[in-house]
């Protein structure tokens, strides 16, 4: 018997855990998107950037699974006809210190090496010859990612997973969920705002910011909200060589972007109340951001601000960490989400260990398993996502991940 998974939310996350289980276990699809346009998708309206400098082993193992994916993304997910590229820019992360964050770079360096990544500490004078441009002054340590790091085009990315997963039979329907026909620890069914019922051998959850009040309505409580965060499009006479995406002490970062630079900040915890997507905080980019930039770099003093947008951090509350896998109290409902700026990062790695999960879990109740589900039972072939296990919730031990920006 087929397995037929219904997954909720269509961006990175739902799209690459569909291609995943349609590709690799055959299963039969349906994925529920409400905004089909994906104005609002954090997918959408990320930054696209990719980086191993975490503070938590699992996230600098997924992060280099995403990598080596997206570095032979078109022998994955090119349909025939269409080839994918997504314009992969490997230049590394710089994330600066001053005196009194000298010794976190120290401990989060020592946790990388281990995990394999290949970063590289750089005191003051070391920064001044390799990125001349960088005012250096104040800072008393720089951790630079010398491969394995980098940005690219999300949105892209995105859509080859959605295309991918179409020519291998998974289905995108347009509707907002209502509510769940369940059985004892079962989700049996999704029921439509709009009246269709969609049944279900599994359940997968991939809503992102939304996620946790769709969970809810399933009696689970996730930890996870809409967090705004702003950015800002700018052009300046700077010419960077060799700039890395690079991260202030400030909280400031920015990138080269095209012909011209991305820049940002953290997402904010103290407004509960979170403004639309197209109220963009302009005063931000003026009385914070601009002098920071021309603190750090002084040709930025000339710049020009050409736009800007807005997108949503599905931020995990609890520890700022990705929860992937069976939720409590159920025997076929599963998660992405939470991830807390790295999804759009660690979905190709993410997408394919859930659909492992899923697929290892439900083949009980099929008929047999496919050779990939035998293959992950067997030799583990999926990225390990163990430690994010939303059983972390219940039992009260988070894995707080301190390298968010």
Not at 127 to 155: H, I, T, V
Not at 184 to 213: F, H, N, P, Y
Not at 310 to 331: C, I, K, T
Not at 388 to 394: C, E, I, V, W
């Amino acid at each position: 018997m087929q397995l037929q998974v219904v997954i909720v939310g269509g961006g990175v996350m739902g799209a690459a855990t569909a291609c995943f289980l349609a590709r690799d276990h055959n299963a039969a699809v349906t994925v529920i998107e409400r905004d089909p346009l994906y104005l609002r998708a954090s997918s959408s309206l990320s930054a696209s950037s990719i980086r191993q400098q975490f503070s938590q082993p699992v996230n600098i193992a997924l992060s280099a699974w995403s990598m080596d994916f997206l570095r032979r993304i078109d022998g994955e997910l090119a349909v025939p006809g269409q080839s994918v590229q997504i314009s992969l820019v490997e230049s590394g992360y710089l994330f600066l210190a001053t005196a009194g964050g000298e010794a976190t770079l120290r401990q989060r360096q020592a946790t990388q090496q281990a995990s394999g990544a290949d970063v590289l500490l750089l005191d003051p004078e070391a920064m001044r010859l390799k990125f001349p441009w960088l005012n250096a002054d104040d800072l008393a340590l720089g951790s630079w990612g010398r491969q394995g790091e980098g940005w690219f085009d999300g949105p892209a990315l995105a859509a080859a997973f959605r295309r991918k997963a179409r020519h291998c039979g998974a289905r995108f329907v347009t509707a907002d969920v209502q509510h769940f026909q369940t059985q004892g620890d079962r989700v049996r069914a999704v029921k439509s705002a709009c009246g269709q019922t969609l049944e279900a051998d599994a359940l997968v959850i991939c809503a992102g910011a939304w996620s946790g009040q769709l969970s809810m309505k399933l009696g689970v409580d996730l930890p996870v909200v809409p967090r705004k965060r702003d950015v800002f499009v700018f052009d300046s006479p700077a010419r960077l060589v060799d700039c890395p995406l690079v991260i202030d002490p400030s909280g400031l970062w920015f990138r080269p972007e095209g012909s011209g630079y991305i820049c940002g900040a953290p997402p904010r915890f103290g407004d509960p109340d979170e403004p639309p997507l197209h109220e963009v905080d302009l005063s931000c980019f003026e009385e914070s951001l601009w002098p920071a930039l021309a603190r750090r770099i002084p040709e930025f003093a000339a710049l020009r601000l050409r736009s800007a947008w807005a997108g949503y951090y599905e931020m995990n509350l609890f520890d700022q960490n990705g929860l992937v896998g069976r939720l409590p109290g159920w025997s076929n409902l599963y998660t992405a989400c939470g991830f807390s700026g790295h999804g759009m990062q660690q979905a190709p790695a993410v997408g394919c260990a859930l659909a492992e999960l899923v697929a290892a879990g439900q083949a009980e109740g099929c008929s047999v398993a496919s050779a990939a589900t035998r293959s992950f039972l067997d030799k583990e072939r999926a990225p390990n996502v163990l430690a994010l296990d939303p059983a972390r919730l219940a039992s009260k031990q988070p894995l707080f991940e301190s390298a968010v920006i």
